[in-house]
RNA sequence: GUCUUGUUAGCUCAGCCGGUAGAGCAUUUCCCUUUUAAGGAAGUGGCCGUUGGUUCGAAUCCAACACAGGACACCA
């Protein structure tokens, strides 16, 4: 039996106590005419009011009981419901000798019930509803968490989110806050004319990005596939087809470690804009940062952590060479040969592979001396060309990519660049990426040869970015953990039994 | 994947110089008609994460495993 715990035995008897008295512990004829929000709202009168109540007002409430206090003939419990909670109070003559003795014996914390009665402010000033009916909606078998601690092991939090918001209601407004961002975000490009659009999911090469896919079967076609890492070239096929503006709101599954900043499948907005150019991205990017704040209500200096990201200013923008040397502190001299930053790594105890190229060495420094110090909203652009394989070239130099990347407290946020769309150069740059995976690169990128036909029939001048929704989130809700902007963050599955490996 | 810390009642935790398990809340029974972690009285409740080892004896010491937190690695 599931509910084999003595608790829950007893809540299943009080269930079927219920029952034989007519009472219908699962009833669904449940409606409410006030939340516990408006309830309160409305009735602020009653406090400054002669009799501290209002006897011709009628609401019903409903709602899950979060703390009940029985005290012979009369009880006080609070209700909660989506928006809030409210004190009730019911008593002997309120709801009837017999039911008040039942609802004593039958209802408790957890229950979910539904109480009709007037508004009145108690002794001690608190705005109450005064219970004429009181009926159970839902009798909650399994007991909730201690009321004072409540639930506070990060494991059960995650495993079980319902409870978790249950018993944190903070948490709930995280994701609330998560869905405005998301549709914020959504109705930003909905009003620039931007079209959303939706692409497999299940891809028969896992491109857009570097990284280790999940794969799965599909049994019909006896084949592999792979969830994706990004939507990428898909979206770009679509700019060759005709969608000059589109974007997409979506999951991404990458088959790596997780920590604080990564879940294996996590939310991603990808756009691309025709006729536009990395510049444009990062002015539309801070437009948007601006609006985000606007709706989420947010200062413009708003708390991460012990920081502080000061969105006040236009967002900085430094070129990749110059943050090494003016964030990073790097002499100039030092970045100019491969041999000087080994030189400097190694002084400075860090391990160096002599065989990375100047730009990946770039990103090593970039990575140890630069990132961590980018907490203000800022814009590194101009990238080494080796450490971005999708993105176009600079006409004067082509050892630079025309792409950028937002950091804020010290996190990417979003990359975005000009696309490249040269269908030789990228059929080249996949079939080098091809002999490095040959060579025993396995993170290199495959060869898509459907993408650069694609681009044979002519992608126009575009620009896209990538923008991480789920980092996007902690940062608005100063959350450290990706897992709590995260509804059912992965986890472990438990295997109670231990069973013995076969050995 | 590596290192590290943790796992004891429904929840939050103590016990860890080895001697056979404790508190608060919850729950059960009783008292209490304006309480705010309500109060008073008396109870119930434990495969001490799992499996093995050391020992006369293990929640406690050792090992392996499982899960979780943190750090690192991988990774945008």
Same mark, same amino acid.
């Given at each position: 039996?599931?509910?084999?715990?003595? =608790?829950?035995?007893?809540?299943?008897?009080?269930?079927?106590?219920?029952?034989?008295?007519?009472?219908?512990?699962?009833?669904?004829?449940?409606?409410?005419?006030?939340?516990?929000?408006?309830?309160?709202?409305?009735?602020?009168?009653?406090?400054?009011? +002669?009799?501290?109540?209002?006897?011709?007002?009628?609401?019903?409430?409903?709602?899950?009981?979060?703390?009940?206090?029985?005290?012979?003939?009369?009880?006080?419990?609070? $209700?909660?419901?989506?928006?809030?909670?409210?004190?009730?109070?019911?008593?002997?003559?309120?709801?009837?000798?017999?039911?008040?003795?039942?609802?004593?014996?039958?209802? +408790? %914390?957890?229950?979910?019930?539904?109480?009709?009665?007037?508004?009145? $402010?108690?002794?001690?000033?608190?705005?109450?509803?005064?219970?004429?009916?009181?009926?159970?909606?839902?009798?909650?078998?399994?007991?909730?968490?201690?009321?004072?601690?409540?639930?506070?092991?990060?494991?059960?939090?995650?495993?079980?989110?319902?409870?978790?918001?249950?018993?944190?209601?903070?948490?709930?407004?995280?994701?609330?806050?998560?869905?405005?961002?998301?549709?914020?975000?959504?109705?930003?490009?909905?009003?620039? /004319?931007?079209?959303? %659009?939706?692409?497999?999911?299940?891809?028969?090469?896992?491109?857009?990005?570097?990284?280790?896919?999940?794969?799965?079967?599909?049994?019909?076609?006896?084949?592999?596939? =792979?969830?994706?890492?990004?939507?990428?070239?898909?979206?770009?096929?679509? *700019? *060759?087809?005709?969608?000059?503006?589109?974007?997409?709101?979506?999951?991404?599954?990458?088959?790596?470690?997780?920590?604080?900043?990564?879940? #294996?499948?996590?939310?991603?907005?990808?756009?691309?804009?025709?006729?536009?150019? =990395?510049?444009?991205?990062?002015?539309?990017?801070?437009?948007?940062? &601006?609006?985000?704040?606007?709706?989420?209500?947010?200062?413009?200096?708003?708390?991460?952590?012990?920081?502080?990201?000061?969105?006040?200013?236009?967002?900085?923008?430094?070129?990749?060479?110059?943050?090494?040397?003016?964030?990073? &502190?790097?002499?100039?001299?030092?970045?100019?040969?491969?041999?000087?930053?080994?030189?400097?790594?190694? /002084?400075?105890?860090?391990?160096?592979?002599?065989?990375?190229?100047?730009?990946?060495?770039?990103?090593?420094?970039?990575?140890?001396? *630069?990132?961590?110090?980018?907490?203000?909203?800022?814009?590194?652009?101009?990238?080494?060309?080796?450490?971005?394989?999708?993105?176009?070239?600079?006409?004067?130099?082509?050892?630079?990519?025309?792409?950028?990347?937002?950091?804020?407290?010290?996190?990417?946020?979003?990359?975005?660049?000009?696309?490249?769309?040269?269908?030789?150069?990228?059929?080249?740059?996949?079939?080098?990426?091809?002999?490095?995976?040959?060579?025993?690169?396995?993170?290199?990128?495959?060869?898509?040869?459907?993408? $650069?036909?694609?681009?044979?029939?002519?992608?126009?001048?575009?620009?896209?970015?990538?923008?991480?929704?789920?980092?996007?989130?902690?940062?608005?809700?100063?959350?450290? /953990?990706?897992?709590? %902007?995260?509804?059912? #963050?992965?986890?472990? #599955?438990?295997?109670?039994? &231990?069973?013995?490996?076969?050995?």
């Amino acid at each position: 039996m599931i509910f084999d715990n003595q =608790y829950e035995q007893q809540r299943i008897e009080k269930a079927e106590a219920l029952r034989e008295l007519g009472k219908n512990p699962y009833t669904h004829n449940i409606k409410k005419d006030s939340t516990t929000e408006e309830f309160k709202r409305c009735y602020e009168y009653v406090k400054d009011s +002669e009799t501290k109540r209002d006897e011709n007002k009628k609401n019903t409430v409903v709602g899950r009981i979060k703390f009940l206090r029985h005290m012979g003939k009369a009880a006080f419990a609070k $209700v909660e419901d989506e928006k809030g909670i409210l004190q009730i109070y019911f008593s002997r003559e309120s709801i009837g000798e017999e039911w008040f003795k039942a609802v004593k014996k039958l209802v +408790e %914390v957890g229950d979910i019930i539904s109480v009709t009665g007037f508004p009145f $402010v108690t002794k001690t000033g608190e705005l109450s509803l005064h219970v004429k009916t009181l009926d159970i909606a839902t009798k909650s078998i399994t007991p909730l968490p201690e009321k004072f601690h409540g639930l506070t092991d990060i494991e059960q939090r995650y495993r079980k989110r319902y409870l978790d918001m249950i018993m944190n209601p903070k948490v709930k407004e995280t994701f609330k806050i998560r869905s405005k961002i998301v549709s914020t975000i959504r109705h930003f490009f909905e009003e620039r /004319s931007f079209l959303e %659009v939706e692409t497999p999911m299940m891809h028969p090469i896992a491109g857009g990005a570097n990284a280790k896919p999940f794969v799965t079967h599909h049994n019909a076609l006896g084949i592999d596939r =792979y969830l994706r890492i990004a939507p990428e070239l898909y979206l770009k096929r679509l *700019v *060759v087809g005709g969608f000059e503006a589109v974007f997409e709101i979506n999951r991404n599954f990458r088959n790596e470690g997780m920590d604080l900043t990564h879940n #294996p499948e996590f939310t991603m907005i990808e756009f691309y804009w025709a006729y536009h150019t =990395y510049h444009d991205l990062m002015e539309l990017t801070e437009e948007m940062f &601006n609006v985000l704040l606007k709706q989420l209500k947010l200062p413009a200096k708003i708390p991460y952590g012990d920081i502080e990201i000061d969105f006040s200013e236009k967002f900085k923008k430094i070129t990749y060479k110059d943050s090494l040397i003016e964030i990073g &502190n790097i002499p100039a001299e030092v970045i100019e040969t491969k041999e000087e930053i080994l030189a400097y790594l190694k /002084s400075k105890g860090e391990e160096a592979n002599e065989k990375l190229s100047l730009g990946k060495l770039y990103e090593e420094l970039f990575d140890l001396y *630069v990132e961590e110090k980018l907490i203000n909203p800022t814009f590194i652009i101009d990238y080494p060309i080796d450490i971005s394989p999708l993105a176009r070239r600079k006409d004067d130099n082509p050892d630079i990519a025309e792409r950028f990347e937002l950091f804020m407290a010290g996190r990417e946020i979003a990359n975005g660049f000009n696309e490249l769309n040269d269908p030789i150069d990228q059929y080249n740059r996949f079939a080098s990426q091809l002999d490095a995976k040959n060579a025993g690169d396995d993170e290199a990128h495959e060869m898509d040869e459907d993408y $650069v036909k694609a681009l044979g029939y002519g992608l126009p001048p575009t620009a896209g970015q990538g923008l991480g929704i789920d980092r996007l989130t902690m940062l608005l809700t100063n959350e450290q /953990s990706i897992r709590d %902007v995260i509804l059912f #963050p992965s986890m472990k #599955p438990i295997n109670d039994n &231990n069973e013995k490996e076969d050995n």
